[in-house]
């Protein structure tokens, strides 16, 4: 059956009205129009084919970036698939925040934990090209389609394989020091997994999200004992973090003589903590 694209929307416009708010809809059709760059208003079999797939992954809860590969963040599309996280428009805060350092504009190095995408370094660094930006995770599939963003963006970073839990092996891959550490770490506790969308637990990796501690810090543990040798006078870690433990986050560094401040997102909810080495 031939179809227009305006008869093609109209028809699964219902379909997932079914099952999201109308408005969700409208806008998942939109970006199904953009990311498959449909340019209509006659659309072709294997066009149909392709939107007819997306659809019935929609109804399954996948995340439409997971569908289309692409997701924005900042100002940039990057390649996303399920090794990765989906960008989320809180770190386009600490992003942000970083660029607000008045270190800015300086040859600086810096370091991103648990890059994921590469979302974080990758604005950083083509808003500020005159840092040394390097990037570590602990999945190498996440590595591959970070390097591949990186090189879409035309930005220049190295990406280094770590488990950053491991703390040997976090002393000999990153034993440098640095002006800037960043850092959006798994912070969700396993236990809190039942109070998440099924789009989040069947298809975003596991091991960027959970901890198996009970309240989420192990990451920030490891980041406050790495920062006591690796940050050089005057740097800064710039971290997101669980709202719900921001105070206990925050201890962590001023229990090791950093200075550090709680910074509300735009919802007004405690998610970023900016720390200085005194």
């Not at 808003?127 to 963003?149: G, Q, Y």
């Not at 975003?204 to 989420?216: C, K, N, R, S, V």
Request: charged share 25%.
């Amino acid at each position: 059956m031939m179809y227009t694209w305006q008869d093609w929307e109209q028809k699964n416009r219902i379909t997932l009205n079914e099952k999201f708010q109308e408005a969700e809809s409208k806008g998942l059709l939109r970006i199904l129009k953009e990311d498959f760059n449909i340019k209509g208003p006659d659309l072709s079999d294997v066009e149909v084919k392709q939107l007819d797939n997306a659809i019935g992954r929609l109804l399954l809860n996948e995340p439409v970036q997971y569908i289309t590969g692409k997701a924005f963040f900042y100002d940039i599309f990057l390649h996303v698939n399920p090794t990765v996280l989906i960008p989320r428009p809180e770190t386009e805060e600490l992003v942000e925040l970083v660029l607000t350092s008045p270190l800015r504009g300086k040859t600086v190095s810096i370091l991103d934990i648990g890059t994921g995408s590469g979302c974080i370094p990758i604005v950083i660094k083509r808003k500020w090209p005159e840092a040394h930006m390097v990037a570590c995770d602990v999945s190498r599939e996440a590595l591959e389609t970070a390097k591949n963003n990186a090189a879409m963006h035309k930005v220049e970073m190295r990406f280094l394989p770590c488990n950053f839990l491991d703390e040997q092996e976090r002393r000999r891959i990153l034993s440098q020091k640095w002006d800037i550490i960043i850092s959006n770490p798994p912070y969700i506790p396993l236990q809190e997994k039942s109070k998440m969308g099924l789009n989040v637990i069947a298809y975003e990796p596991h091991m960027a999200l959970f901890t198996t501690d009970i309240e989420g810090l192990t990451f920030y543990k490891a980041i406050s004992e790495y920062a006591v040798n690796h940050l050089e006078d005057k740097g800064s870690v710039y971290l997101e973090m669980n709202e719900f433990h921001a105070d206990k986050i925050q201890e962590l560094f001023s229990s090791k003589g950093m200075s550090s401040k709680i910074l509300n997102d735009l919802s007004g909810k405690p998610r970023m903590l900016h720390v200085e080495k005194l």
